[in-house]
């Protein structure tokens, strides 16, 4: 009993804020153009703060693990391999399959994992997700714009240079780098800049949360529904399991490391893998309904996710 409270009180204060969001959409107390800003504006003005306050804060030579940041992004590259072998051989539709296997990949664990190792490990215990979130989010940049290169409706060059410029501006990578330097550095912040770092790093998870749930339209979340659980599934269930249960089999990680895959790997779909889609000429519309599918599950397979590793001690 004791594990089940823990679990329901992990999870249930974010998906409050994402019902929060959803229920000020439908009251219309905030438009749509509202809640696009504050998701641009957490992801490209706040998240970064949270990169660099637990990069910044962390002892990082006692939380650099090359191999488990090896590990964790090993995972990802071998999920995407089997997926672009197998998709295309059920799924027909270029567009269609490009958008499918990004949306069984490409987690929220910006939002998600940061938010989910907070609460349980606390910001000691996080440094595993902080460290290991950089390297997966550069590559969930280039293996989307490559999937999504390759499975367009148009006939597109990899722009390599494009994607190189797009990884090194890419919000969280330039707080990641710049908590790193300071670190490494040793350089002390003045207690106002602490303060002010902080203040900003903590607005990020609530306003994104609540900005995801007025993204979501539940009243066609059932179309298409054999992709929609197929992507879901293997997005919420296979890919945490590919990425948990040879750690714990073969290799020496953590605690919290092993918390740290869980939390990236069982994340719903990112959000901004619908816009990508969309700029990309594949299937956005089932991008949108994969992201809003596995936003909604993943309030119940996370919560069994947590219950179960807490049952059974691996976190």
Request: charge should be neutral; proline fraction near 4%; include cysteine.
């Amino acid at each position: 009993m004791t594990n089940l409270i823990f679990s329901f009180n992990a999870i249930a204060p974010l998906f409050f804020m994402v019902a929060l969001g959803y229920y000020l959409k439908k009251k219309k107390v905030a438009g749509q153009n509202f809640f696009d800003t504050v998701t641009d504006f957490s992801f490209n003005y706040l998240f970064p703060f949270i990169m660099f306050r637990q990069i910044y804060t962390m002892d990082i030579a006692a939380n650099i693990n090359s191999t488990f940041i090896f590990y964790g992004t090993g995972v990802l590259v071998v999920l995407v391999i089997l997926l672009l072998i197998c998709c295309p051989l059920v799924i027909k539709e270029r567009p269609t399959c490009g958008a499918f296997i990004q949306g069984s990949f490409r987690s929220n664990s910006v939002l998600m994992a940061v938010a989910l190792s907070l609460i349980v490990f606390g910001e000691e215990g996080s440094g595993p997700t902080v460290m290991l979130l950089p390297f997966i989010t550069i590559l969930y940049n280039l293996i989307a714009v490559i999937v999504l290169t390759l499975m367009s409706s148009e006939n597109k060059e990899l722009d390599i240079g494009g994607i190189a410029i797009k990884i090194i501006k890419n919000p969280l990578i330039i707080g990641a780098v710049a908590g790193l330097a300071v670190s490494l550095l040793n350089i002390e912040l003045p207690s106002f800049m602490v303060s002010v770092v902080d203040d900003l790093a903590s607005m990020a998870t609530p306003l994104a949360l609540i900005a995801l749930g007025g993204q979501l339209e539940l009243d066609t979340l059932f179309a298409r529904p054999a992709l929609l659980f197929s992507a879901t599934f293997i997005k919420l269930i296979i890919a945490p399991l590919a990425a948990v249960v040879p750690a714990l089999l073969f290799f020496d990680f953590t605690r919290n490391e092993i918390g740290a895959l869980l939390f990236i790997f069982s994340a719903p779909t990112a959000v901004s893998s619908y816009p990508m889609a969309k700029a990309m000429k594949c299937d956005s519309d089932l991008a949108g309904r994969i992201i809003m599918y596995s936003t909604v599950l993943s309030a119940f397979t996370i919560f069994l996710w947590l219950y179960l590793f807490k049952t059974l001690n691996y976190i």
